[in-house]
């Protein structure tokens, strides 16, 4: 069974500043890896995802994440985040052999603060 | 191209009552999840539709029910309605339901009371 932790639930820093959302998962087969942001009373959107390949990848809104397979680790970083960018972020994985499901973490809400 | 529309927004039964949610996913898309959002729990997925065939669900016990229409549009049912079903239902959309991009609408909104 595969398994998604995030284990900051809330994330505060100052405008400007860097920050990184952590995201480790668990699973014992190959998976896709994805971030999602949800601004309130929005759904979901995505902001990057890797397949295969380079494992650094780059998303919307200035975001990358690197994979680490040896780590079992998808952290997201920001070089310098807006207020803009406040909102609630999640990571998922989903199997690539094709389970149709997507395991999602229990998110971490980034505050950006003035 | 419009979105992943959800009916009702937002909605308020009581204990007991039975409730059904629907889902209209972007046009051309023919795999349509559901899952449950709660606080501290993150989401929950509650089922897969493809083609009108249930493909892969949830944890979720035998209350909760889905299906999908020949126009890819997909309703949810919860029958007797428990206070702990209080959640944003959300639903999403994509081409394939593999490794692609998740599409989700706005929610719906159940509160049990």
């Known amino acids: 069974a595969q398994s998604v932790t995030q284990l900051d639930s809330q994330v505060p820093v100052f405008e400007e500043a860097p920050v990184e959302l952590r995201c480790n998962y668990s699973?014992?087969?190959?998976?896709?890896l994805f971030w999602y942001v949800q601004y309130p009373n929005q759904g979901l959107q995505l902001l990057l995802k890797?397949?295969?390949?380079?494992?650094l990848v780059k998303g919307i809104n200035g975001f990358e994440a690197e994979f680490n397979k040896s780590q079992t680790s998808f952290h997201l970083r920001k070089p310098s985040v807006h207020i803009s960018d406040t909102a609630e972020y999640f990571c998922?994985?989903?199997?690539?052999?094709?389970?149709?499901?997507?395991?999602f973490g229990t998110g971490t809400r980034l505050k950006v603060l003035a | 191209k419009a979105g992943v529309t959800q009916t009702p927004r937002y909605l308020i039964k009581t204990r007991g009552q039975q409730v059904t949610l629907s889902c209209s996913p972007i046009?051309?898309?023919?795999?349509v999840s559901w899952y449950q959002q709660t606080p501290g729990q993150g989401l929950q997925f509650l089922f897969e539709y493809f083609s009108e065939t249930q493909r892969n669900k949830g944890n979720f016990p035998g209350r909760f029910s889905g299906r999908q229409f020949s126009n890819s549009r997909s309703e949810m049912n919860v029958s007797t309605l428990e206070l702990g079903d209080s959640a944003l239902y959300l639903c999403a959309s994509s081409s394939t339901g593999i490794a692609g991009e998740l599409f989700f609408g706005e929610g719906s909104r159940l509160t049990v009371l």
């Open positions: 998922a994985v989903s199997e690539s052999s094709g389970t149709y499901k997507y395991i």
């Open positions: 890797y397949l295969s390949g380079s494992t």
């Open positions: 699973s014992s087969v190959s998976v896709y």
């Open positions: 046009s051309g898309h023919r795999s």
